[in-house]
């Protein structure tokens, strides 16, 4: 059976005027606000006074305790308390190598909404990087790679190890300044530079919380019922072949069984590059 998103059928809106706290120190309210805002008719809250570094820190310094879902729950419920609210929304990203090939950098966020509803996003659009090096012009090179200055850049001294690190580098004077601290420092003469995965310092982050986001609220918007499989075969624009790009989506209920088969608006034709019969 073929049908509009279920996003179209939301009936009832209990969210409709609800305060929903969010907690976080990392800019996430500008792209996870507007969503459930313009889809449930809530207010979103931002909620500061506490530093959610304390339950984790992708630079290593705070190790994070449970799992990814945990600590998003955990902020949720500090959230509220803080705030005095009834419902509270967090978000915790993850990175690491792609579920695939286990070569590729990926990554996944999640939101929690209430404690229970979890909207996820994941995919290798991301810049999560590395690189060793005593020599300026290699870090040159790995800056533009990772998107520098827009994407800004953390380094330590020697290696992934050390204690000492600058985060924030969002300039190329800040950057050539501290990649030579760091070389001046270290017993191998070498910077180790990476990616600064905080949500605040990295635009393309940014992007995949904002569909994190979008799950979230189509969920909420139909609760229980949302896409549990994703269906290939979006034809090639060249020859018209069915390639692996998605070309709809199974919605499916999970007490009854009952399913929707969503066909994607957004592209019609999948890139010839994307083709097994034009790019072999």
């Not at 279920?6 to 409709?16: F, H, L, Q, T, V």
Request: net charge neutral.
């Amino acid at each position: 059976m073929t049908a509009q998103p279920p996003e179209k059928m939301d009936g009832g809106n209990i969210y409709r005027g609800r305060k929903v706290a969010l907690l976080t120190q990392h800019g996430k309210e500008r792209v996870i606000a507007p969503v459930p805002e313009a889809s449930l008719r809530c207010r979103v809250l931002h909620v500061t006074g506490y530093d959610t570094d304390r339950l984790g820190t992708f630079t290593r310094e705070v190790p994070r305790a449970g799992t990814q879902l945990e600590a998003a729950r955990t902020k949720a419920r500090i959230g509220m308390e803080l705030s005095g609210l009834s419902i509270g929304l967090a978000s915790e990203g993850s990175f690491g190598l792609d579920p695939f090939t286990g070569m590729l950098p990926w990554n996944v966020e999640m939101l929690v909404f209430g404690i229970e509803v979890v909207g996820c996003a994941s995919g290798g659009k991301t810049n999560f990087s590395h690189r060793l090096t005593a020599s300026w012009e290699e870090a040159k090179q790995f800056a533009c790679g990772a998107g520098f200055p827009e994407h800004w850049l953390v380094i330590r001294p020697e290696g992934e190890a050390h204690p000492q690190i600058r985060k924030g580098i969002a300039s190329w004077d800040e950057l050539e300044k501290a990649f030579h601290w760091a070389c001046g420092l270290a017993t191998n003469g070498c910077a180790f530079l990476e990616t600064d995965m905080r949500a605040h310092a990295n635009p393309t982050r940014m992007e995949m919380i904002a569909l994190a986001a979008r799950d979230l609220a189509q969920k909420l918007r139909a609760p229980g019922f949302y896409a549990t499989e994703r269906l290939a075969g979006l034809p090639c624009e060249a020859c018209g072949a069915p390639t692996r790009e998605t070309r709809a989506e199974v919605y499916r209920c999970p007490r009854c069984e009952h399913q929707l088969i969503v066909e994607r608006n957004e592209a019609k034709t999948a890139s010839a590059a994307r083709c097994d019969y034009c790019n072999p």
